[in-house]
């Protein structure tokens, strides 16, 4: 019945073309390996194979579809197993139509649904508790330059690219080319990820900046 009201809601909006539906996770990949999708609407909890074992297995193949989690509640624990898995955001079942959709543009437009704000918070709250995955960029932080430290580490406060750039004295296109630059040197899709990385190589820790 869920997907069936997401592809209700989806296909009513003219840029949005549902390609597929998968009734479980292992199902999921192999289902994105066969069709490629831009974005793929991946539950947390599923039979057979759960979404953050199903989001690493889809990312470790070198898929370019990005991940976008579902799940009941706002702060679920596994959600930080998701995203250090891989996924691109998440949203929750139960917000509104429109929040879907304007997901999956953010994303499609290679952004991230979690707004930094919203990312420090849930792994401030559960970076002490999820257990740590493999990082899957180096874990040492020496090919950044100072400036870019700096950026890295207002990036995992939650500060936004304007407020990156009033802090450091910079113009917002200078720490937009930092950031590309970040993404860059270690493999990143997105912010979330940056953040993830902050916090894996100790650049910063859940109670820092408080």
Request: hydrophobic content about 45%.
């Amino acid at each position: 019945m869920i997907r069936t009201g997401f592809r209700l809601i989806l296909e009513a909006e003219q840029d949005i073309v549902v390609v597929g539906e998968s009734a479980d996770g292992a199902q999921g990949v192999d289902d994105t390996r066969a069709l490629q999708p831009d974005i793929v609407l991946m539950d947390i909890r599923m039979p057979r194979l759960d979404g953050v074992e199903a989001t690493r297995l889809i990312a470790a193949s070198g898929s370019a579809s990005r991940i976008i989690i579902l799940t009941t509640f706002d702060l679920d624990a596994h959600v930080v197993d998701a995203l250090r898995a891989g996924a691109s955001g998440f949203l929750v079942k139960d917000g509104p139509a429109e929040s879907l959709v304007d997901a999956i543009r953010t994303v499609a437009a290679g952004e991230a649904v979690l707004s930094p704000r919203i990312t420090q918070r849930l792994l401030d709250r559960f970076s002490r508790l999820a257990p740590a995955e493999p990082v899957r960029v180096p874990p040492s932080l020496d090919a950044l330059t100072a400036r870019q430290l700096d950026v890295l580490r207002a990036l995992a406060r939650g500060l936004s690219n304007a407020e990156i750039a009033r802090e450091l004295h910079v113009g917002e296109t200078t720490v937009k080319t930092h950031i590309g630059h970040i993404f860059e040197k270690y493999g990143l899709r997105d912010r979330v990820q940056a953040v993830i990385l902050a916090y894996d190589t100790g650049l910063v820790s859940p109670t820092a900046d408080r």
